[in-house]
């Protein structure tokens, strides 16, 4: 499996480019820059992107979704159900961060832990309900590869203080469901540097004791 990053998006936020070398298939996690250099790639290595999945629904990790759903008709743009309202109010999100107001497409399919059939070849991708940044947050897990979006970063976790944030419910989300993953596990957060299970559990400030 291969991993492509594409970071310094709008607000700093990351696009992944993810594939399976085998059977050419690909997904997109987030979209927030860079779409003409994916495509470029995406065409020279024929790839076919079945995905484009949205870790979360704020604004800077769907700002170039519409622009990605037109470049690939056929992936399905897909997130969990809770982050939906905040599609809902993007104008109103950009306006308070002072950046263009965006159009968004449909988002093809609702996901959540019980989501079943989705793959990449014939890898399983699992769905991780991570709420506390957002009320929909989700993460990623492919083979021992994370996507965390901005649930969790390399010594720090995402903020709380906006729409549908919790402080108490991230911390939870984070020892629940992230850390007992394999310390091995790379993680691809949604900003910033990518890191490890282990590194996390051992140098984040937020979890030492």
Do not use: W
Request: proline share 2%; glycine share 8%; charged share 25%.
């Amino acid at each position: 499996m291969k991993v492509l990053s594409y970071p310094n998006g709008i607000y700093g936020a990351t696009t992944y480019l993810v594939y399976d070398e085998t059977t050419k298939e690909g997904l997109i996690v987030d979209s927030t820059c860079c779409t003409g250099e994916i495509s470029k790639f995406v065409k020279n290595k024929k790839i076919n992107i079945k995905y484009i999945l949205i870790t979360h629904g704020h604004f800077d990790h769907v700002y170039c979704a519409r622009e990605m759903k037109q470049i690939f008709p056929q992936a399905l743009i897909m997130m969990n159900k809770n982050d939906i309202a905040l599609l809902d109010n993007v104008s109103t999100q950009c306006a308070m961060a002072g950046v263009e107001d965006i159009t968004l497409p449909c988002v093809d399919g609702l996901l959540d832990e019980n989501t079943k059939n989705l793959k990449l070849g014939e890898t399983e991708i699992k769905v991780l309900e991570t709420k506390g940044h957002s009320k929909g947050g989700v993460c990623y897990l492919i083979n021992n590869i994370l996507f965390s979006g901005d649930t969790l970063f390399c010594e720090s976790i995402g903020r709380t203080d906006l729409f549908g944030g919790s402080f108490e419910e991230i911390i939870k989300s984070i020892k629940q469901k992230l850390f007992v993953l394999n310390d091995d596990t790379i993680v691809y957060p949604g900003h910033g540097e990518s890191t490890t299970i282990g590194h996390e559990k051992r140098y984040n400030p937020y979890f030492k004791a």
